[in-house]
């Protein structure tokens, strides 16, 4: 008994092989087969023992790969960018050819840059299909191809956001003139003012509050508190 707790203590002791979690997340996704995964895993616990350039013979030891078959999946993954072969300077200032798996590691940063762009790109879309459905709610019917049309133009050509189209909207709603026109008008006067994020439309219109009440501040403070910013009538 006490043979074999020792044993354990010795495993337990031994370095362990660090093994980034995406890895095992991405590898399928980089079309990469089990068993090119396995070797790269191999690579990573040589590696770990300072041993750089595993022979196929090395790889084979470890493994139920005949040295020839590793030497195939080695090139196949070479092939695919996964893993190269660079060179190092040992202390001698000798010249060491070493396998570096820097290339995979490239590719599943790229691949998660790729995912998040798409995540980021659903998700606006989602966000401009609910801008529809909400001036479809405050108009009370279906638009139609032109007022379609009109609000995709402000997305594609203009470059304003869901967030400010539906601030636009809201503006609109606010001075009881719901039409595109009328928003259209808006939108075109906060791109002027470079006015780009709900914030900043919130804080010029409380500045313009502020203009309005200063000199009436003592005799009717409190009249102001639902004062309609009109946009389209400010003059610089």
């Known amino acids: 008994m ?15 092989v660090t093994v980034p979690q995406l890895f095992f997340q991405t590898y399928k996704e980089l079309h990469m087969s089990d ?4 070797i790269v895993l191999h690579l990573l616990a040589f590696f770990e023992e300072n041993v750089e350039f595993p022979t196929p013979q090395d790889l084979a030891a470890r493994t139920c790969f005949v040295p020839n078959d590793i030497s195939m999946k080695m090139q196949r993954l070479m092939q695919k960018g996964f893993v ?9 200032g000798r010249l060491f050819e070493k396998y570096s798996l820097a290339p995979l590691w490239s590719r599943i940063v790229r691949l998660l840059e790729q995912k998040e762009m798409q995540q980021q790109e659903t998700s606006v879309k ?42 636009a909207l809201k503006e609109a709603v606010l001075a009881g003139k719901i039409s595109l026109r009328y928003i259209d008008r808006i939108l075109f006067e ?41 946009w389209l009538d400010e003059r610089e």
């Open 126 to 167: 989602n966000e401009e299909g609910e801008i529809f459905a909400l001036f479809e709610q405050e108009f009370g019917r279906l638009l139609s191809p032109m007022e379609l049309e009109t609000i995709n133009t402000w997305f594609d050509q203009d470059g304003h956001t869901p967030a400010i189209i539906k601030a």
């Open 35 to 38: 068993d090119e995964a396995l």
């Open 84 to 92: 190269e072969i660079t060179q190092g300077v040992d202390g001698s």
């Open 190 to 230: 906060w791109k002027k003012k470079n006015i780009t994020s709900p914030k900043q439309i919130e804080q010029h219109s409380e500045q313009f509050r502020a203009r309005q009440i200063k000199p009436v501040q003592s005799v009717a403070p409190t009249t102001t508190s639902g004062m309609f910013y009109n």
């Open 2 to 16: 006490k043979k074999d707790e020792h044993r354990l203590r010795l495993w337990t002791q031994q370095r362990h």
